[in-house]
């Protein structure tokens, strides 16, 4: 299973990179355009939109499997191991609800962007929408898995606070 999730992370990131080159290559040849010839390419704009916000989602999700967002946990480092955990319990789960109300929000979104698209390239503006499902779903599962390892007290699980020396020897390979 780490497996196929490691090389389902490994695509990601080729489209991530893809996706940051397309951006490069439509707003450099706008720019271009725009002071050469004095007239640019429209759907550049909307196309450098699109995969921002799919680059973001898809970097936030992936951050978050890698446990490399930014966080504070000066407080969690003070506290004792039980209470370090329970305090990863509470947070993981509200973090769980959040994720399920940006579910829902996309969601709607999604049906809303069904019947709508986008002013200049005339996609589906679902196809925005629903970076925000990809964000949840993704998020949700690591979250969801890393919870699950918590509660029954697994080795590899990722509880923010702890020190170096007690991660384990998987969680010091990420």
């Known amino acids: 299973m780490t497996s196929f999730i490691h090389r389902l992370e490994k695509l990601i990131e080729y489209l991530m990179a893809a996706a940051l080159a397309v951006m490069f290559v439509a707003v450099f040849a706008n720019v271009v355009l725009r002071y050469v010839f004095g007239s640019g390419i429209a759907a550049s704009e909307e196309l450098s939109r699109l995969l921002f916000v799919w680059l973001i989602f898809l970097g936030a999700t992936l951050a978050m499997g890698r446990h490399t967002h930014l ?7 003070a506290l004792p191991a039980p209470l370090r ?16 109300l940006c579910l829902e929000g996309s969601w ?9 698209t986008s002013t200049v390239m005339k996609y589906p503006l679902a ?15 690591y979250l969801l898995a890393n919870l699950i390892r918590i509660l029954i007290g697994h080795p590899d699980a990722y ?16």
């Open 71 to 77: 966080g504070f946990d000066l407080v969690q480092r």
């Open 85 to 100: 955990k329970l305090c990863a319990i509470v947070s993981h789960g509200l973090m769980l609800y959040s994720l399920w």
């Open 108 to 116: 709607h979104q999604f049906e809303i962007g069904l019947r709508i």
């Open 127 to 141: 196809l925005m929408a629903s970076s925000g499902l990809v964000l949840a779903l993704g998020m949700g599962l």
């Open 159 to 174: 509880i923010p606070g702890q020190r170096r020396h007690d991660l384990s020897a998987a969680e010091e390979m990420h």
